[in-house]
């Protein structure tokens, strides 16, 4: 039931008597308002409705609009004689307020602007309302005729809208005039940042006064829940001055516990300290918090500060959850896309798996090199993965996408004190702005931009890297996409891909080979190219290139370059996908892989090499000392598959001597090139120095292939010789 407020005298006599300075007049002829609806006094003066904004809070609203009283006439007409106030469908009035002090006679020829604000019941629309004028006699009224708001809407492009309307002088009482400002909710996110629960939410604050305006110290806000509990709210950053009709954007942040409901939270504007007894405006905030799902594609979010975003749309573009031993595995592809006509500067990322409501968040970040731009209809993905506790599922995991952005050190609050100065408070959030430091010092925010639920990832989709790669054979040819990173008479090709276990650590490795050849006639500076092996499930590996490759290629010849991925002791590596990529992290193509076996017997391919042990022997060694080793003859037959070059960084063999229980006893390397170089015919390796405790009968040597990474020595185990 609407309770019926009493009218109140809107203007008094001397309220209007001011000076001419702040009122705005506009000499306007009859047509300009053709077709407007107007309030007649005479055919020369009239009153019409302008800029009407009906906004909508969580317990109330506000009605806010421009009165033109346009005079034609050739004599001064005094606003002071005459009234406003609005009425709803069922005839209650309410007050109308000035906004501003102005003069209220408007001169010939002239047409004199004022604004007013009305507090009115959120359930009214615009329909529902007029703006009526009266004409004072004395201490009685005199009713003079009526202005549609919804005409008025119409007219001006205007919608109904959610709107907190703060009078900062009811806060201020210092303060020479009334200053409106309005404040209008962005999107929302919960989020579980540093082992706490926080709301961040994106507020717009619109000054609608005639000069600069801080908000004031003595201005608070705070979230409250369906159970009347509150949640003190910060912005993040400085807020600093809000210019005349120029709309900021800021951010709101707030701790709240894990169970709240955010279908039941508001946003309240209040007196410092009064905020269970004074609201000076509500914004319902539970249909901000927006939860995309897979596959959905949304506008990333951009304000005034970051309009160069404008046009980038941002999708979960597929997301997988599988079960294993140390926890459920989360993988997920993030696809940016510029949909915009101008260039876009791709925002630095980084993203956390949550659970809706556990104490659960796990950080992940995509260390690819990529441009710092995208073209328009130019799309670039991130990959983000991690393991949650394996009692989680899929359908209560959300993926949290954050912008790392510059950021002031502390959480502000601005506004102008009590003699009308400008005041500064800094207010501690216990970390909760998520804050680091980068190298020049600033503090730099984390801050979300989308949330993603998982429900419904997938084990292993039709949506996989691997499904979608092309059927490829080691030795052929790739077929590139169009990439200015390879230069077209740049050949490639995988021509090994071999795994090997470290039972030591608890994970295998594959190393695959790969061939480059110059098919021109100059010299060509070899590429930098990315890789990784994507699972059928969707798990991906990336590949570490070897530590040190050439630096060109020479026309007319072959390079071998080596890279190794890390996969888990689980890993069958029975079905991959191989995908290659430029420094952009543009692809380049995606194919079907296999790994090769190692034969146990026979020749072995090394490539560009095959080595074959025709015979081979080991045999005990004892020293003066008492001492004793292995000695071992090795008969082999090494062969050049291919003219291809190999210099100083190519792989290695490793021989390590392995008792039975698999401890390492000693080892040797030879190279294929240098002084330890492996050639055809018989040689001899020497093991010295084992303690006697070692000799056991079980004994054997492993040969591995070894590559030198920048995370270490990856280790491809080709053969196992037994005394």
């Not at 006064?209 to 829940?225: C, I, M």
């Not at 009590?418 to 207010?427: A, I, R, V």
Request: hydrophobic share 35%; no cysteine.
């Amino acid at each position: 039931m609407i309770q019926q407020r009493k009218m109140k005298r809107l203007l008094s006599r001397s309220a209007l008597l001011l000076t001419a300075a702040s009122f705005l007049t506009l000499p306007l002829a009859t047509s300009a308002f053709a077709g407007k609806e107007g309030v007649f006094l005479s055919d020369s003066v009239y009153f019409t409705l302008d800029k009407v904004s009906l906004s909508v809070g969580a317990e109330d609203g506000s009605l806010r609009f421009s009165l033109g009283l346009n005079n034609h006439s050739d004599a001064i007409v005094d606003f002071n004689n005459y009234g406003v106030k609005v009425i709803d469908a069922n005839g209650i009035t309410y007050t109308a307020k000035l906004n501003e002090k102005v003069v209220a006679r408007v001169k010939a020829g002239e047409t004199g602007t004022f604004k007013f604000t009305s507090e009115i019941p959120n359930n009214l629309t615009p329909s529902d309302l007029k703006v009526d004028i009266f004409r004072w006699n004395n201490n009685t009224t005199s009713e003079i005729g009526a202005l549609s708001v919804e005409s008025a809407m119409v007219d001006g492009g205007q919608t109904l809208e959610q709107q907190a309307v703060i009078n900062l002088k009811e806060i201020d009482t210092t303060l020479a005039e009334e200053v409106i400002v309005t404040a209008k909710l962005g999107k929302s996110y919960k989020v579980y940042k540093d082992g706490v629960w926080m709301v961040y939410t994106d507020l717009t604050l619109a000054n609608e006064s005639s000069s600069s305006v801080k908000l004031p110290e003595a201005l608070e806000l705070n979230f409250t829940d369906g159970k009347g509990l509150t949640y003190g709210a910060q912005f993040i950053g400085n807020v600093g001055s809000l210019l005349p009709e120029e709309p900021v954007t800021v951010k709101l942040q707030a701790a709240v516990p894990a169970s709240i409901d955010t279908n039941k939270l508001s946003l309240v504007f209040s007196p410092k300290g009064k905020v269970k007894t004074t609201v000076l405006g509500t914004l319902n905030a539970a249909k901000t918090f927006a939860v995309g799902k897979i596959g959905d594609k949304v506008a990333y979010p951009y304000t005034e500060s970051n309009d160069d975003l404008k046009g980038l749309v941002i999708s979960t573009s597929w997301a997988t959850a599988v079960q294993q031993s140390d926890g459920l595995h989360v993988q997920a592809n993030v696809t940016l896309t510029n949909e915009g006509e101008g260039i876009i500067t791709i925002p630095n990322l980084t993203a956390e798996f949550q659970a809706n409501r556990g104490n659960v968040g796990v950080t992940s970040s995509d260390n690819a090199v990529r441009t710092s731009y995208l073209s328009p209809n130019e799309s670039t993905t991130f990959r983000f993965q991690g393991v949650v506790p394996a009692a989680l599922s899929a359908e209560v995991l959300q993926l949290v996408l954050l912008e790392k952005q510059a950021a002031a050190a502390t959480t502000t609050q601005t506004g102008i004190g009590s003699n009308g100065n400008t005041g500064n408070t800094e207010n501690n959030t216990n970390n909760n702005t998520n804050n680091n430091t980068n190298n020049n010092g600033k503090q730099v925010a984390s801050l979300p931009v989308a949330v993603t639920t998982l429900a419904g990832a997938g084990a292993a989709s039709e949506g996989t890297t691997y499904a979608a790669a092309q059927d490829y054979k080691i030795g052929e040819s790739f077929k590139f996409t169009s990439s200015n990173a390879i230069d077209s008479n740049v050949d490639m090709s995988l021509v090994e891909l071999g795994l090997s276990v470290n039972s030591d650590f608890g994970y295998k490795t594959v190393v695959g080979k790969y061939k480059l050849t110059n098919k021109g006639t100059s010299t060509l500076t070899l590429p930098d190219i990315q890789t990784d092996l994507t699972n059928e499930d969707g798990y991906t590996y990336t590949g570490v290139r070897q530590t040190n490759v050439a630096k060109s290629i020479a026309p007319n010849t072959s390079y071998v370059m080596s890279y190794s991925y890390m996969v888990p002791d689980s890993e069958d590596a029975d079905k991959l996908a191989l995908n290659l990529y430029d420094t952009s992290r543009l692809a380049l193509g995606s194919y079907k892989a296999e790994v090769q076996p190692v034969p146990s017997t026979g020749p072995i391919s090394v490539y560009p090499f095959t080595i074959d042990f025709d015979d081979y022997s080991i045999s005990t060694t004892y020293s003066k000392d008492g001492g004793y080793g292995y000695r071992m003859r090795l008969d082999l037959d090494v062969q050049r598959q291919a003219q291809v070059i190999t210099d100083a960084n190519f792989s290695s063999l490793l021989f390590e001597v392995v008792d039975m229980e698999g401890r390492l006893l000693s080892s040797k390397t030879m190279t294929f090139t240098g002084q330890q170089k492996i050639m055809s015919g018989i040689q001899f390796l020497e093991f010295p120095n084992l303690r006697s405790e070692q000799d056991t009968s079980g004994s054997f040597i492993n040969i591995y292939e070894v590559v030198s990474t920048p995370n270490g020595e990856a280790k491809r185990l080709i053969r196992s010789i037994k005394p």
